[in-house]
């Protein structure tokens, strides 16, 4: 991997400074693989200490099978080998290019005491054949690899009473080994006695962790389980430095920022991992990250200011590395393991591009970086949704939407990217970019008026659905949606007028539409006529009989639709209604037939129930309805073709239909049309419209069968609009009772005693406790059941209306007690 | 966390977690108000979970109703807003899954006699992963609308077809319609979003835009617009557009021709350097100061532009004016 070669040689020469500061080093290992590289930075390059190690590292994500599941692994300071600790392995793995190698079993004896039951193992940063173990008895093992013989036990400190949870070695001090225990007491060795220098108690619970600050010599942190971290000077055995609480429950790991002197990273089974900056007087929490698991490690990346690595301790088996300016994706994710993952190590402490990992499930991976997946290449970069009144939200990656126009922008990441230091100023590796971090959120607003909702409300709130006679209530409807701009659903309106209406207020109809002038332009027109053809063709046998008769009858009929067609060609120059008839071939032979079969082809296609409306329905019907239902019978003896033809010239259907009234009444009464009407509004919901479907269902009212579907749509979308009032009345005026019963939801009321202030039963108004009425008006003495006012003062009460005529005469309480009370 | 509502800055309150999912969670949706409180979230393992509050008082109880193994990893959601009661509680979850082959939308369906979610569609002309999906609102509709973003758009009409009497347990048929197909973003389409009456479709997708569609009476699709980010034009009709902006006349003939939403829709044939001038956007970009300055610049040739949010509109096309 030739560039990252690259990538860590300038890396390295950053780590100079840090390394001088800590000479202690010994060991000036330098790597010139690159030849690129050298020249000029071989100066440099010769002051770094460990960076590097003996040689570059490569290699690729592997694993091997272990015999047991691991604790903890730790790794060698030149990276080469990695040891793995558990309660019943304990082996060093030597780390080759394409496999692990098992090197050292350290788990020798026949009976393997306690001592080899680890909970935790590091490996000396400094001196590479020493190890220290935490063993799950208590004892703090030491291990020398040096030794000749194959036990290579070196020191055993058995002083804590409980398991011990981590040991930690000095970075910088070969000697010095620190151990946490189970039994909330921190402990340091010096590896040259026998036994422990200084004792820490934290007073406090079990510790979990213990971590040496990495550059300030004296100072390490303990983590608790009831939450606190402490910070402590290792000279100072007594007491603590500092202490903050950092998490909701136990915290289980910290690890201090390579780097950054003041930042501490923890993690707690409150599945956070939080940072802290504790150079400032308080611990400041200055990042958060939710993961969703309790964290169990966490591992501060190399080289990567902002990166750090969680693997949690339950549930989640996945190992992640989150940027912790971005906490609510990970930055990469390794799935590899099968259980849940005991052990992180970074491989090298200047290498950020492979991780080693032990696991339950007994394997020991090495995950390249380059492999791992990275969920917010998954993530959906972009938002977009329309709001209620037709804007428009749109979210995408700023460079996209600045787009082409703004040349000035940089395209993000292509150099100067300013998370990484000013060395990666080589094209910066792609599996180190984060997806872009900011977005550009534009609202569009639309000025297309059939897009933008006001339409919607406005015709809610001033559609008149009740309350008036029918004629007046279309009147009304087609006058509202002509002042929006609908034209087409004004005419409507005008038209179910002429349909339903009788001929004594049809003249008041044809001249508001006549007034209107608005040209017809009726995609519902053509859409009934398509399928009218279509029907007619498969049905036309069906109701034979019947054609033919009315055929006869309305050949008077014919011959004024024909005029009509003449007419609305003379006069419809405009582009649609030409399109309309040109496009639907209004044969004469056609349109009686389909004119008729409309009931029963509508049957069919919408398996609409029963109820519908067979002709000899109405003979029963007529002497039954209401007055003005009567009316509707008179005037639609013509087809529906025929009315509509009136609306698309007012003027003449008007006389067409005077002559023609007296002919037919018999034969086609109003609900003749309800299948064309029916149909129509079938156009208006499919087309979006339900409003207008409603409403004019709702003022057929019984001339038409609902369609309680469409209620529940309307309703729904007049609450979003939080049209309360008008969507109330549409489910009182329903006739459904699935929508009527509605209302009838959540009205229960609840009533406490105002004497005793338990709750009423519900049989009548005496308390069952007390048994005092409940609420007595001061003024009539009976119960008040519904509004009671009260005053503030002497606290009596009574009906509303009681109160205020007593007040009106006397400005006392009427219940006698004396106060003056005020009526506002 | 705060949000804004009409102005008004509201605080929000975490109630509750819910941390069912092992694995990312990659859409989450209510579910449509009649059924109640209800909460889908779908996630990269392939599993839809329906959580319900029965309380709607008390938001931090969240029981999880229903685990749906999908077999392929989610990563989008949408529900069946139509309230009908002919049409039972419906889902389709896409997935983004590249591995497998075979439909990448499937189709989930209660069934009232084994009170489970059972499959009832698998669309499988879609076979490229899929990143949003889409129901269109019903409004009364005895079909359903459906938007996939893939790699082009594409419109699906669900038909349910009869249930017959033996098989009235299983789920419901559908005749599945691909109504439209577009490829006009030449990427991979991110987001679909109808508009609150199913008119009108808005999809996004890498090339930066935003393209609106829209049917007209005869059910055809086409693209009625195409939003920049930026407000700049899209098919380099720059000058024209920027300089006869919404225009009075263009506003009185437009208001003329107006019809509702469930009026008339013609459109004259589209051919694509056209596409362009029909819809433009102007105005400025909320975040970026740099694209404040930018659009200042538009204004000032374009003064009639005060509003603050950015507007799109049509110009009208002559042939029919």
């Known amino acids: 991997m030739p560039s990252s070669n690259d990538g860590w040689s300038f890396s390295a020469t950053a780590q100079v400074q840090r390394h001088r500061s800590t000479s202690t080093e010994c060991g000036y290992i330098m790597c010139f693989n690159n030849s690129a590289t050298a020249g000029t930075k071989m100066e440099k390059m010769a002051r770094v200490t460990t960076s590097l190690g003996s040689n570059t590292i490569s290699g690729c994500t592997m694993f091997c099978h272990l015999d047991a599941p691991a604790n903890a692994i730790s790794v060698c300071r030149d990276a080469a080998q990695v040891v793995v600790a558990g309660r019943n392995i304990f082996k060093i793995y030597a780390l080759e290019e394409e496999q692990f190698v098992e090197k050292l079993n350290l788990r020798v004896g026949r009976k393997p005491s306690l001592n080899f039951s680890c909970a935790d193992v590091m490996w000396h940063q400094m001196d590479e054949n020493l190890l220290a173990t935490a063993a799950t008895n208590g004892a703090v093992v030491t291990w020398n690899l040096g030794k000749p013989s194959r036990n290579k036990q070196d020191q055993l400190f058995t002083e804590h009473k409980r398991t011990v949870n981590k040991v930690c070695f000095h970075p910088t001090e070969v000697h010095m080994l620190l151990s946490g225990s189970q039994d909330g007491y921190m402990k340091c060795f010096d590896l040259r006695r026998k036994e422990s220098v200084s004792t820490f108690s934290g007073q406090s619970e079990s510790v979990r962790d213990v971590q040496f600050s990495i550059r300030d010599y004296f100072t390490f ?40 002197r003041g930042w501490l990273a923890t993690g707690g089974r409150d599945k956070m991992v939080k940072v802290w900056d504790i150079t400032t007087n308080r611990a400041k929490e200055i990042h958060c990250v939710q993961t969703i698991a309790s964290v169990a490690r966490v591992k501060w990346r190399p080289e990567r200011k902002y990166h750090l690595a969680t693997c949690s301790m339950m549930v989640d088996h996945n190992i992640y590395v989150w940027d912790v300016r971005r906490p609510f994706i990970p930055f990469a994710t390794f799935e590899e393991h099968k259980d849940v993952t005991t052990g992180i190590v970074w491989r090298h402490l200047h290498d950020p591009g492979f991780l080693l990992s032990g696991s339950k499930d007994s394997t020991l991976y090495q995950h390249k970086f380059k492999d791992a997946s990275r969920p917010v290449d998954k993530a959906n970069p972009e938002g977009l949704c329309f709001g209620l009144f037709g804007d428009l939200a749109f979210a995408a990656k700023e460079s996209l939407i600045s787009g082409g126009g703004d040349s000035n922008r940089k395209p993000y990441g292509s150099g100067g990217d300013r998370r990484y230091p000013i060395f990666f100023f080589k094209k910066p590796d792609l599996t180190e970019q984060f997806a872009h971090e900011s977005s550009a959120l534009s609202v569009f607003e639309t000025d297309l008026e059939s897009s933008r909702m006001d339409w919607f409300v406005e015709t809610a709130r001033r559609y008149l659905l009740s309350g008036k006679p029918f004629g007046e209530l279309c009147d009304h409807n087609a006058k509202v949606a002509k002042e929006l701009n609908r034209p087409q659903v004004s005419t409507t309106w005008t038209m179910l007028r002429i349909m339903y209406s009788d001929p004594g207020n049809l003249a008041t109809a044809t001249s508001i539409s006549k007034g209107g002038s608005i040209p017809l332009m009726n995609s519902f027109n053509m859409k009934e006529i398509a399928a009218g053809g279509l029907g007619s063709e498969s049905r036309l046998d069906r109701g034979k009989g019947e054609i033919r008769q009315d055929t006869i009858h309305l050949d008077p009929g014919n011959s004024l639709i024909n005029n009509n067609d003449e007419n609305e060609e003379t006069e419809g120059s405009e582009g649609p209604a030409d399109y309309l008839f040109g496009d639907a071939e209004l044969e004469d ?170 709750p009423m039963s519900n049989k009548g108004w005496i308390c069952d406790r007390c048994h005092q009425c409940a609420s007595i008006c001061a003024v009539c003495h009976h119960v008040v059941k519904g509004l009671f006012v009260w005053c503030q003062g002497c606290s009596h009460g009574g009906h509303l209306e009681h109160i205020m005529n007593w007040l009106k005469s006397s400005s006392h309480c009427p219940a006698g007690c004396g106060h003056l009370c005020e009526y506002t | 966390m705060t949000a804004c509502v009409r102005g008004a800055v509201l605080k929000m309150i975490k109630r509750t977690t819910l941390v069912d999912s092992r694995t990312s969670v990659t859409d989450v949706k209510f579910a449509p108000k009649h059924m109640g409180l209800m909460l889908t979230t779908c996630s990269a393992d392939g599993v839809v979970r329906i959580y319900e509050a029965p309380d709607v008082m008390n938001l931090s109880q969240w029981s999880l109703q229903h685990e749906i193994s999908c077999k392929l990893s989610c990563s989008c959601i949408s529900w069946n807003p139509s309230s009908s009661r002919t049409h039972s509680p419906m889902i389709a979850v896409g997935s983004d899954d590249n591995v497998n082959v075979g439909g990448k939308v499937q189709i989930y369906e209660y069934n009232e006699n084994t009170r489970k979610y059972g499959k009832a569609e698998t669309l499988a002309t879609v076979t490229d992963p899929v990143h949003d999906i889409a129901f269109a609102p019903n409004l009364g509709r005895s079909f359903h609308v459906l938007a996939v973003a893939t790699k082009d758009v594409r419109i699906f009409k669900l038909l349910p077809l009869r249930k017959e009497l033996s098989s009235s347990s299983g789920p419901t048929k559908f005749e599945i319609q691909t109504v439209a197909q577009f490829e006009n973003h030449n990427s991979q389409v ?132």
């Open chain 1, 221 to 260: 942190a303990a983590s608790f389980e009831n939450g606190n971290v402490q910070l402590w000077d290792i000279r100072r055995p007594d007491r603590y430095e500092r202490m903050f609480t950092a998490h909701n429950g136990p915290v289980f790991c910290c690890d201090w920022h390579p780097e950054d």
């Open chain 2, 190 to 321: 991110w987001r679909v979003s109808w508009n609150i009456t199913s008119t009108l479709l808005a999809s996004s997708g890498d090339d930066g835009c935003v393209r609106l569609w829209k049917a007209n009476y005869m059910d055809n699709w086409k693209c009625t617009g195409i939003l920049k980010g930026d407000g700049s034009p899209v098919n380099g009709t720059s000058n024209q557009i920027f300089n006869s902006p919404l225009g009075s006349a263009n506003q009185t003939i437009q208001n003329s021709l107006n019809g509702a939403s469930a009026g008339r829709y013609f459109f004259p044939p589209l051919d694509p350097p056209r596409a362009g001038s029909r819809w433009s956007s102007y105005a400025q970009l909320l975040p970026p100061p740099t694209l404040i300055e930018q659009t200042c610049d538009a204004d000032s040739v374009n003064s009639q532009l005060p509003h603050p949010r950015r507007r799109y509109t049509t110009q009208p096309e002559n042939e029919w004016v």
């Open chain 1, 589 to 758: 032979d056609d349109l009686y037939p389909m004119e008729h079969e409309n009931p029963t082809a509508e049957e069919a296609e919408y398996s609409l129930p029963q109820e519908a409306f067979p002709l000899r329905h109405e003979i029963v019907d007529n002497p039954s309805v209401p007055e003005h239902l009567q009316d509707k019978v008179d005037s639609p003896h013509v087809s529906g073709n025929e009315a509509e033809a009136v609306c698309l010239t007012p003027i003449k259907s008007f006389s067409l239909i005077s002559i023609s009234q007296p002919l037919y009444e018999s034969h086609l009464p109003a609900s003749f049309f309800s299948p064309v009407v029916r149909e129509m509004l079938q156009h208006y919901a499919e087309a979006g419209d339900v409003q207008m479907a409603v409403s004019v269902l709702i003022v057929l009212g019984d001339r038409i069968r609902k369609e309680e579907h469409w209620y529940t749509s309307y309703i729904d979308l007049l609450q979003r609009f939080e049209l309360w009032n008008v969507s109330n009345e549409v489910i009182k005026l329903s006739t459904s009772s699935a929508i009527n019963c509605l209302n009838q939801t959540s009205t229960t009321l609840h009533i406490n005693c105002s004497n005793c202030k338990r």
